[in-house]
T-cell receptor, first 119, second 113 residues
């Protein structure tokens, strides 16, 4: 089945540094990738939607300058947390929609998430 | 705006007992509904989905869900729970003309032996 690989699975960084998270669709092409953030014991909150070759669409309240999203190819999207602070510590999950099929017929495939801890 | 409500934050069942996790949605048109399971520190795995047709949907791992339009519900069921089913379960709805999933708050399932 379709696999989405997310890397790294966990990362610890110092406050003020930037962290890049990669999301790859391994055996299919994904025109659309989604980035979610999950706080402890809470649900997933959509941060942004990225379409290959175009700018990402951010949800209300998400700082686009802080969470940089790049979707340069049909198999790779990256999320960069810039100038990270402890409040950015969270679990980040990406998902990808299969190209060529109705979005309603193709379940979104999720990565295994990245645990970010900012010290 | 569409929303998904999972009334139960935690549920504990005995191994071998039946399970029902509740999900209610708020959406005017026909929703596209999903159930996902998440193990600790992991991503989400799709259990089942409903788009149209038969309102009783069969999924993986012995799970099923029934869409009831009159009750705006899409409850997840399993006749006999296994200890490996302990995880967090999310109900989600997709916007009719988009790809966005809106998730419920999740229900943590604990299985006692």
């Amino acid at each position: 089945g379709a696999v989405v690989s997310q890397h790294p699975s966990w990362v610890i960084c110092k406050s003020g540094t930037s962290v890049k998270i990669e999301c790859r669709s391994l055996d299919f092409q994904a025109t659309t990738m989604f980035w979610y953030r999950q706080f402890p014991k809470q649900s997933l909150m959509l941060m942004a939607t990225s379409n290959e070759g175009s700018k990402a669409t951010y949800e209300q309240g998400v700082e686009k300058d802080k969470f940089l999203i790049n979707h340069a190819s049909l198999t790779l999207s990256t999320l960069t947390v810039t100038s990270a602070h402890p409040e950015d510590s969270s679990f980040y999950i990406c998902s990808a929609a299969t190209v060529g099929l109705s979005s309603y017929n193709s379940p979104l495939h999720f990565g295994n998430g990245t645990r970010l801890t900012v010290t | 705006a569409q929303s998904v409500t999972q009334p139960d934050i935690h549920i504990t069942v005995s191994e071998g007992a039946s399970l029902e996790l509740r999900c209610n949605y708020s959406y005017g048109a026909t929703p596209y509904l999903f159930w996902y399971v998440q193990s600790p520190g992991q991503g989400l795995q799709l259990l089942l989905k409903y788009f149209s047709g038969d309102t009783l949907v069969q999924g993986i791992k012995g799970f099923e869900a029934e869409f009831k339009r009159s009750q705006s519900s899409f409850n997840l069921r399993k006749p006999s729970v296994h200890w490996s089913d302990a995880a967090e379960y999310f109900c989600a709805v997709i916007v009719e003309y988009g790809n966005k999933l809106v998730f419920g708050a999740g229900t943590i399932l604990r299985v006692k032996s």
